[in-house]
Each structure stands twice: as C-alpha cells, then as structure tokens.
C-alpha cells in the first residue's frame, strides 16, 4: 500500500500467472506452453527482422498479419484486431463492450484474468455456477446483462461446448458482445469464427502463446465484424499505438503461415494429452475430458497438495488453484512425449507412496 495509489488501483486484485523459475530447471508444465516451439521458418523471420529497421515504429495496424488471418478465415482484414498477447485484446475488449451497464457473466470456474479486467475498469460481474461436472449449461446464459464471455475449451477444465451451445448464447443475448475465447481451441474444439458472419455479437479471440507455441513473443488476435474490430481500434489507439513489435509481427506473420509446423505439433500435443490421460486414468486419477494443451485432475485418495509437492521435489512444476470449487484438482500442462512420461512416473510414486 502507498499514498500515491489511486482508490482504484488500491481496489485492484491483480491476476497471479504460474510460476516461471529461474534458479534450477523443472519440467514446466504449469502454464500451458507448448513444448514443441515455434516454427523454425518464424525464427527465420524474426532474425530477418532483427536489424537497423528496428530503429522505425512497426505498423501500427498490423496489416500485413490480419491480411493473412482473414485470408484463411474468409474474412477480411477489417475482422481482425491483433493485440499484444490475448490477455491484451482481451481487456480491450472487456473496457470496448461491456460498460453499457448490468453484470458480465461468466463462468465460476474459468480463467481467472476475467474477474480482474472487471475490477481494472469498475465492471459488477456475476459467476455462472458449472454444473457438479464442470460441465456448462448455457441455457443459464440469459437476460440482462452487459456482456458474455466464454473460454471454448473452457480452462482450467479442458471441457469444449459444441458450436450449437456458443450459438444458442449469441441467440439468446443479441444485444450484447458475446466474447468466445478460443486460446486452447485448436487442441481440438470447434471455433466460432465461422459464425462471425452470421452474428453482429460475436467476437472470437485467438493467441500464438498455445497451438503456435510462441506465448514469449506475445500475440493474440481478436475476429468479429468490422463494427467491434473498430471498437477495439479505439481502444487501442488511445492506450498504445504499436502493441506488436517488428519482432513480433514478423514472426507471428511466419508462424501463421506455416501451416504444416501448426498442424504436425498439435497433433502431437493431441496425441500425448490422450496418453497422458489415459495413463493418470491407469493410476486411478479422475480426468476431465480435454480439448486443450492440459488436462485437469484429481486423485480420489492423494489430496492435490501432496501431489503438487511430491512433483515439485521431483523436478516437475503443475498448477494448482486454491479457489474452494477445483482445490482438490491439478491442472498439468501437456509437454514432450518424454516430460508425459516423467510426469506419469512421478504421479506413479507419489501415489503409490
Ligand atoms: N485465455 C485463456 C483461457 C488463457 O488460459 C490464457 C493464457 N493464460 C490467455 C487467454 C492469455 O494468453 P496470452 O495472453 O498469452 O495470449
């Protein structure tokens, strides 16, 4: 606490990001990178970029990343916003669409940066309880609110909602911004972003920290019709002109565009996901089903803590969240085939133990 601090940022509750160690090497699978790295033909191009240009401003409307975003959507580059990182689009879209008044809804258990965008810019939120299953009923997604915002897979439990459920949402709540954000979607969800022509409230976020496994270079997009791009445009232009970096914007243009380095390694992170699940299964631990790059689990005799601690002494780092609903869960990111394997060797001692 200080004296300078403004009555709001003394009201803040800042959002805590998983561990990120500097003194010994772990294993990290508590913050859902992905392990398989950028494509190589995006390093090429951030070398490429690395040079006397860096003395000039970088485009301020990233043309050149949304021109090919769109291309592959069917879209033009008027759907597209790109931010730095979808934490930052994500609070843009957040302060752009739902001030008109009323609560924003959201889930109880669902990233937990949302609740924390409510408090930076004096938004009231209520939580919309998950089924005992964690499971979503979005007929409870009605009435009057100011916003929507939904995470399809849902984290940290993994669990996607078919496309009929986010429509019945935009259906149900057509005078408000129904934000969609798609960060673990290509794990194996289904995106909304082929909605977007259909629904004037939809607006589906992406990021390059997950499935383009670039989550230090800090990209993260936001599709809709070009009303709301235009709102998050104004946003931005009055917070930071340049959000992304010629760094950032030629390698996010290169990763983009290697489509076979993006599908190769999330087929592989789909495939160890499913034997990572399969084998916690085999040692009697109770997984959610996953379309994301972690799994969600809890072992009925070994509590969390004793998991997360008999890991942690073994070189392996998971997250563990105190929130009362999931503190019996971990949520284990899915890393090489080798770290699924260290990782199953170690939960196997502990729980054994
Ligand atoms: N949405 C969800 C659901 C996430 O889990 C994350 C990663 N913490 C983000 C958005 C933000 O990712 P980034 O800012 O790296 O794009």
């Known amino acids: 606490m200080s004296r300078f601090w403004s009555p709001l940022v003394q009201s803040l509750v800042p959002y805590v990001p998983g561990e990120q160690p500097k003194d010994r090497v772990f294993i990290k699978l508590n913050t859902n990178e992905n392990p398989h790295g950028p494509s190589p033909l995006a390093l090429e191009a951030i070398r490429a970029a690395t040079g006397d240009g860096l003395r000039l401003y970088p485009d301020p409307v990233a043309g050149d990343l949304r021109a090919a975003v769109a291309a592959q959507y069917g879209l033009t580059p008027a759907h597209v916003f790109a931010g730095n990182g979808s934490d930052e689009v994500l609070a843009h879209a957040f302060n752009a669409f739902f001030g008109g008044g009323g609560e924003v809804l959201f889930a109880d258990v669902t990233y937990s940066f949302y609740p924390t965008y409510c408090r930076l810019y004096g938004l009231p939120h209520r939580l919309v309880p998950l089924g005992a299953d964690f499971r979503c009923d979005v007929g409870l997604y009605r009435g009057p609110c100011a916003g929507i915002v939904i995470a399809n897979p849902n984290a940290p439990t993994g669990i996607p909602l078919p496309l009929a459920a986010i429509e019945q949402v935009l259906r149900a709540n057509p005078d408000v911004v129904v934000i969609v954000d798609e960060a673990y979607v290509d794990f194996g969800a289904d995106s909304a972003v082929a909605l977007i022509p259909r629904y004037d409230n939809l607006l589906v976020v992406h990021t390059f920290s997950k499935s383009r496994s670039m989550a230090g270079l800090r990209v993260g997009l936001a599709m809709g019709q070009p009303h709301l791009v235009e709102g998050l445009v104004r946003v931005k ?4 002109s340049y959000p992304l970096g010629r760094l950032a914007l030629a390698g996010a243009l290169a990763a983009w565009q290697d489509r076979d380095w993006f599908d190769r390694t ?6 160890d996901r499913d034997a990572m699940t399969a084998g916690l299964q085999a040692q009697g631990f109770e997984v959610l089903p996953s379309a994301a ?13 004793v998991v997360l601690a008999g890991l942690r002494d073994r070189g392996i780092l998971v997250r563990h969240f105190r929130q009362e609903r999931i503190r019996d869960w971990l949520r284990i990111s899915v890393g090489t085939t080798a770290e699924c394997g260290a990782l199953l060797a170690a939960t196997a001692g502990i729980v054994a133990g």
Request: proline letters at 4%.
């Open 237 to 240: 232009d009055s917070f930071n």
């Open 266 to 271: 999330r087929r592989q992170v789909m495939a």
């Open 293 to 305: 790059n972690f799994v969600f689990a809890r072992h009925p005799q070994v509590a969390a803590e």
